[in-house]
């Protein structure tokens, strides 16, 4: 198969790296997710990536917790996260780069948007820590984001569902699933692809999203060679 997409970034939930724990780390779930992203890179992909936080902390369920005090920990286990799958690809002979929104010099680098654009440009993946640094967003929207900054084909959204339905498939059985659905039905109809500011950042720098399950790592590498493996969210439909 040949890659479809030249620069792509993948989004993985922290979820998605706890296995059947279902928090923390799972390593031996980290190195089968990562094991199609060294295909992807042997075929010439550039890529990076940006983490979630969920398996160790969520800011928005915090409670009382003062809510900036909250993301800033989310923040942080985002970063943990980070490392863990620079470790797992590292093992897999790749070069990797760790960038972080909140500077912490002695264990990755700062984002800085032209460093990483070199850094991809010499085939090294960048896995991006930290979401956009700023309370209030989630790593949806930072996703979105360094998928913008550094000219992405597409957004690869892995998850725990195979695409985005028009209900939740876990409540209805009958729930119908999109092959194709446009940013504009996505905000309309409130379905969880992104949140809607990831959504509209994506729907104004017509940059489009493929939501695909990561219970089969190898969807990674289907998914950039354009298979047909989940939903893609565009501007128009195709």
């Not at 279902?22 to 992203?37: A, M, N, Q, R, S």
Request: charged content about 25%; glycine content about 8%; some cysteine.
């Amino acid at each position: 198969m040949q890659p479809k997409y030249k620069r792509v970034l993948l989004k993985l939930s922290g979820e998605s790296l706890a296995g059947a724990a279902k928090h923390g780390i799972d390593f031996d779930t980290v190195l089968k997710i990562c094991e199609p992203v060294k295909k992807c890179v042997d075929a010439g992909v550039q890529v990076g990536i940006v983490v979630g936080g969920g398996n160790f902390w969520r800011g928005r369920a915090s409670g009382e917790m003062d809510r900036t005090r909250a993301d800033h920990m989310g923040m942080l286990a985002t970063t943990i996260n980070a490392l863990g799958v620079c470790d797992a690809l590292e093992q897999f002979g790749l070069d990797v780069r760790v960038m972080t929104a909140i500077s912490m010099q002695e264990v990755a680098e700062p984002y800085i948007r032209n460093k990483a654009m070199a850094h991809l440009n010499k085939g090294r993946v960048v896995i991006f820590g930290c979401g956009t640094g700023n309370p209030f967003f989630s790593t949806d929207t930072a996703a979105a984001l360094r998928a913008v900054e550094i000219e992405a084909d597409i957004i690869m959204k892995a998850t725990m569902v195979d695409g985005v339905y028009d209900s939740d498939p876990k409540l209805n059985p009958g729930a119908k699933k999109y092959d194709t659905i446009t940013f504009r039905e996505v905000l309309n109809k409130n379905l969880a692809v992104m949140d809607s500011t990831a959504s509209a950042l994506c729907k104004d720098n017509d940059l489009p999203i493929l939501v695909f399950s990561i219970d089969d790592p190898e969807n990674i590498y289907r998914a950039v060679c354009g298979e047909n493996v989940g939903t893609v969210v565009t501007n128009e439909a195709e």
